[in-house]
């Protein structure tokens, strides 16, 4: 694609911030690229925005000649490609971050309170006192979730750009991988969340390896038809059909449950025998050290009131890790510890 091209797709913000990028390297202009500088010309292009309608009356605004939206159209683009820039340079999810701040919007602005009214929300006083009872802790409540969605963005981030290790590969290396797991830590915040963080080894080669969610796989995303996996489907990237018993096994546990469980790894990466990338081994030590400041920030954005360890080495880890939060394990469903699972599993008491 050269410079002039226009991206097509869905990824459109994705595209036009990596022409951006290229644009900038051919000229050598990211020297030049601060943060400073393309705040303050994005403010620039913005008042060079309003300078069409400058002095046009209320009515004319909405009826411009073909010249003039032309030169409106242009000021609108270099707005947009300064703000993709800004948020490139600032590692800011631009689409991301719009999404979280109209939910917040939605919440401050109730429709039945908002409709034909320009008032700000401060200004709703005893109604909104009636529709909450606690204005603040309504406000409270909005900007928690909020910050929330801002660590997972950084979260996902940090986690992506870790290198690959010696017969470890890292799935969230691979953007659609990054955005599924971003997609689906977010659902949780929204979704009835029973308060269970289930942690196991590590993403197995045809389960999480392929589609970013731990203990989960593209066929349960694919076929499974719980309200969750339904949700979830509508935000992420499946493209294939890989299938894993251990991932089919726990959503098969979750039919017919209103609340779902959160699932994590003590290992974030997929751990292979040497000279055979697609057949799991368990991780060693090294490698488990590496994956508890991913656990830690898992459990400081989900706030469980349970950790579950699945698995002999899951337990190793996390017995005495978290002395504040309730404990309990049960074996892993692979490798003969199936009615161990079952019955462990049943005695969570998901409804």
């Not at 909020?146 to 660590?151: A, D, G, I, R, V």
């Not at 449950?257 to 003590?266: G, Q």
Request: proline share 6%; charged share 25%.
């Amino acid at each position: 694609m050269n410079e002039h091209d226009l991206p097509r797709n869905q990824n459109v913000l994705h595209e036009l911030r990596d022409a951006l990028r290229r644009f900038a390297a051919d000229r050598d202009w990211d020297q030049f690229h601060s943060p400073k500088n393309l705040a303050m010309a994005l403010g620039v292009e913005a008042a060079e925005l309003m300078e069409h309608f400058q002095w046009v009356k209320e009515a004319d605004s909405a009826e411009l000649s073909a010249e003039q939206r032309e030169g409106v159209a242009e000021e609108l683009a270099d707005v947009l490609l300064y703000l993709i820039r800004l948020a490139d340079k600032l590692n800011v999810d631009l689409g991301r971050a719009a999404r979280a701040k109209l939910e917040l919007n939605a919440k401050k602005y109730p429709v039945d309170l908002a409709r034909g009214s320009s008032r700000k929300y401060t200004s709703y006083g005893p109604i909104e006192a009636r529709r909450s009872q606690d204005k603040r802790l309504y406000l409270r409540q909005s900007t928690s979730e909020t910050s929330k969605e801002l660590k997972i963005e950084s979260f996902v981030k940090r986690l992506s750009r870790l290198p690959t290790l010696a017969h470890a590969t890292n799935p969230y290396s691979r953007e659609a991988l990054a955005s599924n797991l971003r997609n689906y830590l977010s659902l949780l915040l929204s979704f009835p969340y029973s308060g269970h963080l289930l942690v196991g080894e590590a993403p197995g080669y045809k389960g999480c390896a392929k589609c970013g969610i731990p203990f989960t796989s593209e066929r349960v995303l694919s076929q499974n038809n719980h309200p969750f996996i339904l949700a979830l489907r509508e935000r992420i990237t499946i493209t294939g059909s890989a299938t894993e018993v251990t991932a089919t096994k726990v959503w098969n546990q979750l039919d017919g449950k209103l609340t779902v469980p959160a699932f994590w790894n003590v290992f974030p990466f997929h751990p292979w025998v040497p000279g055979n990338v697609a057949k799991n081994r368990k991780p060693n030590p090294a490698e488990t050290e590496i994956g508890m400041p991913y656990l830690d920030t898992v459990v400081d954005i989900l706030r469980p009131h349970t950790i579950v360890a699945v698995g002999q080495v899951a337990n190793r880890v996390l017995q005495y890790r978290y002395p504040k939060l309730r404990y309990a394990s049960f074996s892993h469903p692979s490798m003969g510890g199936y009615q161990g699972f079952l019955t462990g599993f049943g005695q969570l008491g998901l409804r």
